[in-house]
Structure formats: structure tokens, C-alpha cells
């Protein structure tokens, strides 16, 4: 799912400022629970590409951490994140990247649902994005 920080959230104008519900308590890699405000429904944009998505709302470092909600695509096709190239290739669309501060800095993402690993497979690489 994807993760949007409370800091960035609290930026929306509050008269447009979009319901959010509680749900269920986010826990972190580590087991720790992460305070939540709750999920909400937003308009986001990835550079030339818009989503609407439910997001979840939470106290986390980071502006937003995108999911596989997102990086899934529209169709199912899976987002090709090409880093030595500094962009992302979703739904047909280019949307550039580029890292701010906090290099060398990485985090790891548990996704709670079973993954299939492919036939010839060599690992699996933890990604922070």
C-alpha cells in the first residue's frame, strides 16, 4: 500500500482536504507499530501520470513511500524502475526520478501476501524506492 506522510498531508489546503477513515494499524519491518492517521482517498500525480488511490496516512521520515498498489500499473503490468537511468517506465508513461539527501540510506519493505519467485530465478533483492 501506499504511505503518504502526515507532514505532507497536513499541506492540503483543509478546505479540500479529502475524509480519512482509520483502519487497521500499520506495523513497521521491525514489528514496531507506526502511528497512522488512517486511509484516504487522494488524487496523486507521478509526473506525467495521475492516480486515484486509497492511501494511507502515517507518520513515516519519508514524503510518501509508493506501493505496489501504484507500481502495479492500471493493467497489471509491473513498473520498470530503472535507477541508472533515473526513471520509472508505468502505463506507458516516463516519469523521471532523482534522489534528495539521504544517500546511502535504506529501508526494508515487508509485503504481507505470498510472492511466486520465477523458474531460474538467482535472488530476490530487497528494493527501497
Do not use: W
Request: proline share 5%.
Amino acid at each position: 500500500m501506499t504511505i503518504v506522510s502526515t507532514r505532507v498531508f497536513k499541506q492540503i489546503n483543509p478546505h479540500a482536504c479529502p475524509v480519512v477513515y482509520k483502519t487497521d494499524r500499520l506495523v513497521g519491518a521491525g514489528g514496531a507499530p507506526i502511528k497512522d492517521v488512517g486511509l484516504t482517498k487522494l488524487d496523486i500525480s507521478l509526473g506525467p501520470l495521475q492516480v486515484a488511490r486509497d492511501i494511507m496516512v502515517a507518520d513515516i521520515e519519508d514524503d510518501a513511500l509508493l506501493g505496489y498498489d501504484i507500481l502495479k500499473g492500471k493493467i497489471g503490468r509491473p513498473a520498470d524502475i530503472l535507477l541508472s537511468q533515473n526513471r520509472i517506465l508505468l502505463d506507458g508513461m516516463e516519469i523521471p526520478i532523482f534522489q534528495v539527501g539521504k544517500i546511502g540510506k535504506a529501508r526494508r519493505v515487508v509485503v504481507a501476501e505470498n510472492m511466486t519467485v520465477p523458474g531460474h530465478a538467482e535472488a530476490v533483492v530487497s528494493v527501497y524506492i
